[in-house]
């Protein structure tokens, strides 16, 4: 679902040009950082999601204004936020008026509004894996959610009663993201080790193909000679691992050596980790810290060998 057509927010009619809502030490945030920065398209400056003042209801040719929604808070387990994005979830787009959410669907729309600089292959063969890809990238999402608060937030991931109470009064019945069955099993501890290490897994196979293709052909960008959407997703989900202390480049050398040479690229480092420095270093931190004291996705790995 792109677009949202009638979107029950009163702000999304009053903004012009180009407003992005996200958070940028979320994944799902960071790949359409990276695309809008892939599309030349600056950031303007960023304010608080809901500010309505009149100088910030428009954001200029080639630019974005950001509207941070931070996850620390809460602030998308408010009403305001399920106004905007009924799943609950980062990010949002609004351009000229018109919501579009859903990371993968907003990158395409940006793809087509700003067609230079393509993110999906010409290609025909090409752009066949690079969906395919991206469409493994988006099942693995619930994975990396569970390995990030796991091994990366641990207890500053839990809800308290209250917010889960109301998380549960504001959630659509038919979210997909089943974001409050989520934070109530995290919140209360009622998800076992072994299904921490089980995602760990279905995330580690997803590599292991992708390292295979790189190692049957050479090819500089895994749909093949261009670089494209399926960059985008897995990279952000390394960046995502190698907060959490991941060794990459001990299982899968040639992934990492890929990852190496994206990001190298101005768009990520301007659209991604530019943007969110105290966060990357601290989580970093956090995980070699863990690892010193045996502890950490590390030792997960170790002890399920
Ligand atoms: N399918 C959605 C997934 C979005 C999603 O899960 N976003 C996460 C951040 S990466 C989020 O907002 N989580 C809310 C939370 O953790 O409270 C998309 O691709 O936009």
């Known amino acids: 679902m792109p677009l949202i057509a009638n979107p029950r927010s009163p702000l999304v009619p009053k903004l012009s040009g180009v407003h992005f809502f996200g958070f940028d030490p979320a994944p799902c945030s960071q790949r359409v950082g990276f695309a809008l920065a892939e599309k030349g398209l600056l ?3 960023a304010v608080s999601f809901l500010n309505d003042s009149p100088k910030n209801l428009h954001a200029g040719k080639d630019r974005y204004l950001f509207r941070n929604v931070s996850l620390i808070k809460h602030d998308n387990l408010t009403e305001a936020w399920s106004q905007i994005q009924p799943n609950m979830v980062v990010p949002a787009l ?3 008026g018109r919501l579009y959410v859903e990371s ?6 940006l793809d087509q509004a700003w067609p230079t600089n393509p993110l999906r292959p010409l290609n025909e063969n090409a752009a066949r894996l690079c969906d395919e890809l991206v469409q493994q990238g988006k099942d693995l999402h619930v994975s990396i959610r569970h ?26 019945d038919d979210s997909p993201e089943r974001l409050a069955e989520f934070y109530s099993q995290f919140s209360q501890n009622d998800i076992d080790e072994s299904e921490f290490v089980r995602h760990l897994h279905l995330l580690e196979s997803g590599y292991a193909t992708q390292e295979a293709r790189l190692a049957a052909d050479g090819r500089p960008f895994l749909a093949g000679d261009s670089f494209s959407t399926a960059d985008i997703i897995w990279a952000i989900k390394i960046l995502r691992l190698s907060e959490c202390g991941y060794p990459l480049a001990d299982k899968f050398p040639l992934l990492a050596s890929w990852y190496q040479r994206i990001a190298q690229r101005p768009a990520f480092r301007q659209g991604v980790v530019g943007r969110y420095r105290f966060f990357h270093h601290a989580f ?7 690892h010193l004291f045996g502890k950490g996705i ?7 060998a």
């Open 147 to 172: 390995i990030t608060f796991h091994w990366s937030l641990g207890v500053m991931g839990k809800i308290d009663a209250a917010t889960q109470t109301k998380l549960n009064e504001l959630q659509a």
């Open 284 to 290: 970093r931190f956090k995980a070699k810290i863990e």
């Open 104 to 109: 993968m669907d907003i990158i395409d729309y």
């Open 43 to 45: 950031r303007e400056r």
């Open 298 to 304: 590390r030792s997960s790995i170790t002890a399920a």
């Open 94 to 96: 609004v351009h000229d």
